[in-house]
């Protein structure tokens, strides 16, 4: 059986405006991140295949420093590597944010706090069908 048949595409949002697009969606968040999600406009499925899942992964500098924030990147991007494709819905946009916390939490945390997050605004971006 060819697993890449079951498990949607994972895609990375790298345009601003997409980043700006989810912030005005659906949100969750916890001690050690912050996640944004919307469901991608009919008329904006020509870019991307409707059932991906596009994510984008930002922090801010009240992080740290340029070293800080790419490490709390990987590690937002090595969870939901593992996260998203079960607990996130098609056809959306996700933006996961890190905060300080990020960098130090055991990874066990983290993804605890992902799968939560995830789990939110799925069910938040279900209802609004």
Do not use: W
């Amino acid at each position: 059986m060819d697993e890449n048949a079951s498990t949607p595409a994972l895609l990375r949002l790298k345009e601003r405006k997409d980043f700006l697009a989810a912030a005005k969606g659906r949100k969750a968040g916890s001690g050690t991140l912050s996640l944004q999600g919307r469901r991608r406009r009919g008329h904006e499925s020509d870019k991307a295949d409707p059932s991906s899942i596009r994510i984008g992964f930002t922090c801010s500098k009240r992080v740290g420093n340029a070293v800080a924030r790419n490490r709390a990147r990987r590690r937002l991007k090595a969870a939901a590597a593992e996260i998203a494709p079960a607990l996130a819905a098609t056809g959306c946009d996700y933006v996961l944010i890190g905060r300080p916390q990020t960098i130090d939490c055991p990874f066990d945390t983290l993804q605890g706090d992902m799968r939560r997050a995830f789990q939110q605004v799925t069910a938040k971006l279900q209802d609004k069908r």
